[in-house]
């Protein structure tokens, strides 16, 4: 049972804008911590998308971005394209856990 | 480029050990922290292990505190994980992932480089 709740799925047509909440509690974003990105494409191992709450890493397109706010963060796709489709995880630090933690997860479907 | 390649996945029955190794290639192997997460089958990413660069300071999930043991050796390049009493819900995809972070207590760190993973069955 993860501690960040995600929606587990959103959808959008080509080029649309598409939104995925990550909540989460005082004793972690809530605390202050960090909250970072993957994207999971099928078959395939995770992918880093955002660290630090709203940095991209060098070969991410701008079309990702990502805020926090309070117990909550957020990812937003824009423009959104065929190859966008996968599985979306947020992750941060817990302070009840001592540990690292994912999200649910995030199925993206472009219609 | 950064390179992990995990290996060691397989059947084993409950009760059983199996270790798992990750060759890192591409970086400074000793100067970073490196992690363990693994993915049950249609199921989302769970943390699991995690060491320091010099291995003197480890970390494990409750989920598995007291059976796997994560280790390195940094001579090789290589990252370990010695799973032992497994049970039917450690199956799952293991990756080893480079771990990176930018404050002092590791709160910050997330995961930047992945390998393709390896898996593992406990079943009998």
């Known amino acids: 049972q993860s501690v960040l709740t995600q929606p587990p799925s959103v959808s959008g047509a080509p080029g649309q804008r598409v939104t995925i909440s990550c909540t989460g509690s005082?004793?972690?974003?809530?605390?202050?911590?960090?909250v970072h990105w993957y994207q999971q494409l099928p078959g395939t191992a995770p992918k880093l998308l955002i660290y630090g709450n709203s940095n991209r890493p060098s070969g991410v397109p701008d079309r990702f971005s990502a805020s926090k706010s309070g117990t909550s963060a957020s990812l937003a796709i824009t423009g959104l394209q065929a190859e966008d489709e996968a599985d979306y995880y947020c992750?941060?630090?817990?302070?009840?856990?001592?540990?690292?933690?994912f999200g649910t997860g995030t199925k993206v479907t472009v219609l | 480029e950064v390179k992990l390649l995990e290996s060691g996945g397989g059947l084993v029955q409950p009760g059983g050990s199996l270790r798992l190794s990750c060759a890192a290639s591409g970086f400074s192997f000793s100067n970073y922290a490196m992690s363990w997460v693994r993915q049950a089958p249609g199921k989302g990413l769970e943390w699991v292990s995690f060491?320091?660069?010099?291995?003197?300071?480890?970390y494990h999930a409750d989920s598995v505190k007291g059976r796997f043991t994560i280790s390195r050796d940094n001579s090789k390049n290589t990252l370990f994980l010695q799973m032992n009493s497994l049970r039917a819900e450690d199956t799952a995809v293991y990756y080893c992932a480079k771990f990176r972070g930018y404050c002092a207590d590791g709160a910050c760190y997330y995961f930047d480089y992945w390998g393709q993973g390896t898996l593992v069955t406990v079943s009998s």
């Open positions: 992750q941060t630090y817990d302070s009840s856990l001592s540990g690292y933690v």
């Open positions: 060491s320091t660069g010099r291995g003197d300071n480890t």
């Open positions: 005082s004793a972690n974003i809530g605390a202050g911590y960090d």
